[in-house]
């Protein structure tokens, strides 16, 4: 089946008498009255649910469905992207060794490695991704290559393949953190990754309402990170992991339609005058285009941003005239929202890194949802003017 279809009917076959829709199996604990039957379900002898913390039907088939659409054998859910990427990190690279990370990562993956991980022993090596010679020599003597297949907010494109290669030539694991691009454009386990991280908050779940994450890879990676998330207790609820696989059942039509939009918006901004640049990867000139087209399907993505002339107060105009584009400080739903890098996703670096990594006051992200992409553009121009 096509990703289209397998979107639709991942993780989940009900046979004969189930409900067709997936019930909520909202319960911690669950009966047995056999001890060898416990016994066998507790040491994986059987498959068996006994405790949530451990498994759930609804955490189990929302892994299944993101393994799935990944082309990973085994998935795991949890209960924020941010643990995803903890139990993962953890998986690949269970003792302090040696992380090269792309320097424009998430900025709390950032704080995760700066300020969790670096006290426990690992060094972070920072690396602009563009610049395969420079990540090469970061990989020789480390552990953990970690990148995002799309950045935030600039929308570069990380070479996968290219990087891939430089990492396992190493013997260096690849991670990739895939929340921008989703496995409906990308699917990193293809390009060499060992594992792929995802942030279901945002397009997977794509409604703005659950907070969750997971991961998916082979069977054994998989299996390391499930055993710190029951330790570490950061298991998915069975209602979270409910809304957020109900939202997955329409992530090809969601995505396919807001990065439509996305193209369409990131032209039309590109013809106003107070727009000084727009970033999007298929947009003509953009230095990520070949790329993008080499190892995306289907588009260029939902996520854009553009450097508004005037700086910070020009946004803050911006946005009180926009009528139906809200800022709010996440992205992937269904409604067309903005953010400010400087004041929320960036607001922990200094204002030299930003500058570094070319956000600036004007610098705004913008996440198209599923509207009619004239009435979003025509939102930003009327809010924008001419
Ligand atoms: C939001 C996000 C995360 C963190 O996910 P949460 O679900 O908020 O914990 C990690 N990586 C990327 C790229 C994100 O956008």
Sequence with gaps: MRIDSRAVHAGREPRSREPLAPPIVQTSVYVYNDLDDYDDAASGRRPGHFYTRNSNENTTWLGAAVADLEGAEAGLTTSSGMSALLVSILALAPKPVPIVAQRDLYGVTLSLLRQDLGPAGYELRLVDADDHGSVARALDGSGLLLLETLTNPLCRVADLAALGELAAARGVPMLVD??????????PL???????????TKFLAGHNDVTAGALAGPEAVV????????????????????????????????MRAAGAGALAVAQRLASLER????????????PYEAVARRQFDGGGGAMLAFDLAGGRPAVQAMMERLRMVSFAASLGGVETTISHPEVASHR?????ERAGLGISGGTVRVSIGIEAAEDIAADFEQAIGG
């Design 178 to 187: 895939n929340t921008f691009a989703t496995p409906i454009l990308c699917r």
């Design 190 to 200: 293809e390009l060499g990754a060992a594992a792929v991280v995802h942030s279901l």
């Design 223 to 254: 299996a390391e990170a499930r055993a710190r998330s029951v330790r570490m207790g950061t298991n998915l609820s069975p209602f979270e992991a409910w809304l957020a696989h109900r939202g997955l059942r329409t992530l090809a039509v969601r």
């Design 275 to 286: 727009v000084q640049r727009v970033h999007y990867p298929l947009l003509e000139g953009s």
């Design 348 to 352: 922990s670096l200094s204002p030299q």
